[in-house]
């Protein structure tokens, strides 16, 4: 599982109110990302990061901001969740594969709900 | 976008082999085929990938056409906890690449 976890794994919250999901890795990896995935769809990226304090926007990064001032910890916040921000959160590592190409490893997932 | 196409659902008889095809025909030459499955709500799982080569692992076989714009993933003996929906993506060999999951294929293996 490439030592990734998640947490809080569950939370509900209500809307206008700040919200931070923490994704925290074992194994030093360089590249970081956040995902979320809405019945319907696949996984859709948010932002990554492909190092510490180095990070960029994905395909929906709107109402989203992440930090990374650790190697081992990637920070999603909603500044203000919206009910469309209910949704599954995954974060993943990457690494190199041995016959090339880079392999995206995922953590189990936080489940949140804005009332 | 996504830039593969699949067959939203599938079924398959247990024990049987399950042949999942994808499209890909605007596949560059640096971008590599992978596959991943997602069971329930679980975090998506890698299989396999590749770039020309077909390959095989414990999990299972990816065929790849000679002019890389189709594959097919093939899991030999499929299995009921083979039930999932499995995405087809193809990523260039950039560090920190992109994946871009469209919706999948859902396989159902039957008993």
């Known amino acids: 599982d490439a030592g990734i976890t998640q947490s809080p794994r569950h939370k509900v919250t209500e809307t206008g109110t700040p919200v931070t999901l923490r994704c925290h890795q074992t194994?030093?990896?360089?590249?970081m990302y956040w995902y979320r995935q809405d019945p319907g769809h696949g996984l859709r990226l948010i932002h990554y990061s492909y190092g510490v304090k180095d990070t960029d926007k994905g395909e929906v990064s709107d109402g989203y901001s992440v930090s990374r001032s650790k190697t081992e910890d990637f920070l999603l916040t909603l500044e203000s969740a919206t009910s469309s921000q209910t949704s599954v959160y995954f974060c993943?590592?990457?690494?190199?594969?041995?016959?090339?190409?880079?392999?995206?490893?995922f953590g189990p997932g936080t489940r949140l709900t804005v009332t | 976008d996504a830039k593969t196409t699949q067959p939203t659902s599938m079924d398959c008889a247990e024990g049987r082999a399950a042949n999942l095809p994808c499209n890909h025909s605007t596949i560059s030459g640096n971008e590599y085929v992978y596959w991943y499955r997602q069971i329930h709500s679980q975090g998506p799982q890698y299989i396999i990938h590749g770039l020309k080569n077909n390959e095989t692992n414990e999990m299972a076989s990816l065929i790849i056409t000679e002019d890389r714009k189709s594959s097919t993933l093939i899991l030999p003996h499929a299995t009921l906890r083979d039930t999932a929906v499995y995405y087809c993506i193809v990523s260039p060999e950039d560090t920190g690449n992109q994946f871009y999951f469209g919706t999948g294929t859902s396989l159902t293996v039957i008993p």
């Open positions: 993943a590592i990457s690494e190199r594969g041995r016959k090339g190409g880079y392999e995206q490893y």
């Open positions: 194994e030093n990896h360089r590249y």
